[in-house]
Structures are given as structure tokens and as C-alpha cells.
Nanobody
Framework: VQLQASGGGSVQPGGSLRLTCAAS????????MGWFRQAAGKQREGVAC????????YYEGSVEGRFTISIDHTKNTVYLQMDSLKPEDTAVYYC???????????????????WGQGTLVTVSS
């Protein structure tokens, strides 16, 4: 089981980035998926999560309306489209997955079993 995250980089405020998380060894369709971030000196927090059946979409309050989580079932890949980026979005971003029977909390990033490596997003002028 592996999650490979990519797509981070440096962008100016107001810009956009799309993060990609490619899964191997399991089918995303049957798992809870999420994107999380950890800024320097802060705890990891949930950014956007999606339930295994495609519902129970969660967005952290500060990103709602700016970020979108989506899945390409044919590519077994989950995306995080990030628009109108702000300096406070600067963080290392991680993707994670859990089996549907797991008790999870997107907000606290608990219950997620499989984690990808982080990808750094820097928003700065």
C-alpha cells in the first residue's frame, strides 16, 4: 500500500495549485480519503476529506470555497485543487486513507491508516 503525493511548490497569494495523490496497492473507491497539512510549529490538521462512499465531504473552515477534493477512479488518484491561495495556507500537505470501518476524524487527522509523504506548499509574495 502506497500513497504518492506531489504537486506542491511556491505560488504567489491568489494563485492556484493542484496536489495529486496516487494510490497503489489498494482501491481508493473503498476507502476514506483526506488531505491534511502541517504548518511549522503547528499540529497537523484536516483540510479536506471524503468518505468511502463519496459523501461526507468535509472542508476545514478557512479553505471552504477555495479548495476542492476530487477523485479520478480510472487513475486511482485523489486531487486537491487549491485556488485563491493565502500565505496562511503555507504548510506541508499530506494525503491519507483509511478503511471504511475505521472511526475517523478529518479535523484532527485521526484514524487514517495510510499516509503519503508530504509535499510542501509555500504561498508568498
Amino acid at each position: 500500500v502506497q500513497l504518492q503525493a506531489s504537486g506542491g511548490g511556491s505560488v504567489q497569494p491568489g494563485g492556484s495549485l493542484r496536489l495529486t495523490c496516487a494510490a497503489s496497492g489498494f482501491n481508493l473507491d473503498y476507502h476514506n480519503m483526506g488531505w491534511f497539512r502541517q504548518a511549522a510549529g503547528k499540529q497537523r490538521e484536516g483540510v479536506a476529506c471524503r468518505g468511502s462512499n463519496g459523501d461526507n465531504i468535509y472542508y476545514e473552515g478557512s479553505v471552504e470555497g477555495r479548495f476542492t477534493i476530487s477523485i479520478d477512479h480510472t487513475k486511482n488518484t485523489v486531487y486537491l485543487q487549491m485556488d485563491s491561495l493565502k500565505p496562511e495556507d503555507t504548510a506541508v500537505y499530506y494525503c491519507a486513507a483509511s478503511s471504511p470501518e475505521m472511526v475517523i476524524s478529518c479535523a484532527t487527522a485521526s484514524g487514517y491508516t495510510y499516509w503519503g509523504q508530504g509535499t510542501l506548499v509555500t504561498v508568498s509574495s
